[in-house]
């Protein structure tokens, strides 16, 4: 005899979720339409990719908030492409924002005004962070039922 006991919240995880910090990167790139706070489609520009030159379409840009910790930042000018692999945060943009980043003992620090801001891990030959998206669309359930389930398994 079983019982299933329905009385939870799950929220979905998604790959977009995970974003590198790129030394190499002219611009911030999303891969995730959906979690663009503002967004302005773009029909006529393309990017090339590191990998051999490849070229793939930008479809819009806009803002994307973060949360890294208790703080949402904002990050502007944001390129979005479905056909993106990974999302980027370019180090040069933040540098000309004045943010500096400090990397040592495979973590890369990104600091304002010599306050920490987030750390980026290696992983892989990459620095990886793992935001928050503060506006995302939550898929959830609950429920507050018990069911006594009777099954057999038959082999």
């Not at 006529?44 to 208790?70: A, Q």
């Not at 801001?117 to 928050?132: E, H, I, M, T």
């Amino acid at each position: 005899m079983s019982y299933l006991i329905q009385a939870c919240t799950s929220e979905v995880s998604k790959a977009s979720d995970t974003w590198m910090f790129d030394t190499a990167a002219s611009h911030h790139f999303c891969k995730d339409k959906s979690i663009f706070n503002e967004y302005v489609p773009i029909s006529d520009e393309k990017m090339t990719v590191g990998v051999e030159g490849v070229t793939i379409p930008i479809e819009g840009k806009g803002i994307v908030n973060l949360k890294f910790g208790h703080r949402i930042f904002k990050f502007g000018e944001v390129m979005h492409s479905s056909k993106l692999n990974r999302n980027l945060i370019s180090g040069p943009r933040l540098d000309k924002k004045g943010v500096v980043s400090e990397s040592g003992k495979e973590e890369l620090r990104v600091k304002e005004n010599g306050q920490l801001l987030y750390k980026a891990f290696l992983r892989d030959g990459l620095y990886v962070v793992n935001p928050n998206i503060p506006n995302r669309k939550q898929v959830g359930f609950s429920a507050n039922s018990v069911q006594k389930l009777d099954f057999t398994i038959m082999a």
